[in-house]
């Protein structure tokens, strides 16, 4: 078992390397507003939100593996009007410029998280109504991957839309567990994030 791990984790390190070595062919465009709004560093814009308990996901500069990806399978995941947005590395079509997300135990609503994605291109995108994904073979060994996490969403009436931007509330359900999903989309931007749904009240929840 350890020998197949060493080899995963080493695998996956030449990954990481290759990845950051690769140069971007498209070069991102700023726009004013977004600058403004998020000064540039998601990191930072990011760790505004109002919740505490972060789940770090690096230490002393190594990379902590979490089932994140298994809690929430639709963390991050847009598609556009042609498909899925895939965030690919050493590839000149990549459409993603930077994506960040932190995540949360928080003691007052439970696990939760804030996700930011900068386009390259101002683009719409959408949820799907179902996302899957396999377990994690490296917190659950090779059978993991034979576990697939779903999770279902639904439209709340919560939904806006403006000539620059817009906005939208969703019903989550994964893993036996609701939750409520905001989305909002300006332009280059994506910000998106998820809280635990109190007692199945919409209202509640939005307002607490």
Same mark, same amino acid.
């Not at 977004?34 to 939100?49: E, F, M, P, V």
């Not at 969403?153 to 509330?169: M, P, Q």
């Not at 893993?175 to 409520?180: I, V």
């Given at each position: 078992?350890?020998?197949?791990?060493?080899?995963?984790?080493?695998?996956?390190?030449?990954?990481?390397?290759?990845?950051?070595?690769?140069?971007?062919?498209?070069?991102?465009?700023?726009? /004013?507003?977004?600058?403004?709004?998020?000064?540039?560093?998601?990191d930072k814009w990011l760790r505004q939100a109002p919740f505490?308990?972060?789940?770090?996901?690096?230490?002393?500069? /190594?990379?902590?593996?979490?089932?994140?990806?298994?809690?929430?399978?639709?963390?991050?995941?847009?598609?556009?009007?042609?498909?899925?947005?895939?965030?690919?590395?050493?590839?000149?079509e990549n459409p993603v410029y930077q994506k960040k997300t932190?995540?949360?135990?928080?003691?007052?609503?439970?696990?939760?998280?804030?996700?930011?994605?900068?386009?390259?291109?101002?683009?719409?995108?959408?949820?799907?109504?179902?996302?899957?994904?396999?377990?994690?073979?490296?917190l659950g060994g090779p059978d993991a991957a034979m576990d697939?996490?779903?999770?279902?969403?639904?439209?709340?009436?919560?939904?806006?839309?403006?000539?620059?931007?817009?906005?939208?509330?969703?019903?989550?359900?994964?893993?036996? /567990?609701?939750?409520?999903?905001?989305?909002?989309?300006?332009?280059?931007?994506?910000?998106?994030?998820?809280?635990?749904?109190?007692?199945?009240?919409?209202?509640?929840?939005?307002?607490?």
């Amino acid at each position: 078992m350890r020998t197949w791990i060493n080899s995963l984790c080493g695998f996956m390190l030449l990954f990481v390397l290759a990845a950051c070595n690769s140069e971007k062919t498209e070069k991102f465009v700023w726009e /004013k507003e977004i600058a403004q709004l998020t000064g540039k560093n998601l990191d930072k814009w990011l760790r505004q939100a109002p919740f505490s308990n972060e789940l770090k996901q690096t230490d002393e500069n /190594k990379l902590v593996f979490t089932n994140a990806e298994q809690v929430f399978p639709f963390m991050a995941r847009y598609k556009n009007a042609v498909g899925e947005l895939r965030e690919t590395y050493n590839d000149p079509e990549n459409p993603v410029y930077q994506k960040k997300t932190v995540l949360y135990q928080d003691p007052e609503w439970g696990d939760l998280f804030v996700n930011a994605t900068f386009l390259y291109d101002d683009q719409e995108v959408f949820l799907d109504r179902s996302y899957s994904t396999p377990g994690n073979v490296i917190l659950g060994g090779p059978d993991a991957a034979m576990d697939i996490h779903r999770a279902t969403l639904s439209e709340t009436a919560v939904f806006a839309r403006t000539s620059d931007h817009k906005t939208g509330i969703y019903w989550v359900r994964t893993s036996g /567990k609701d939750y409520l999903l905001g989305l909002y989309q300006k332009g280059r931007l994506i910000f998106e994030t998820v809280i635990p749904l109190r007692a199945t009240d919409t209202l509640a929840t939005l307002f607490s």
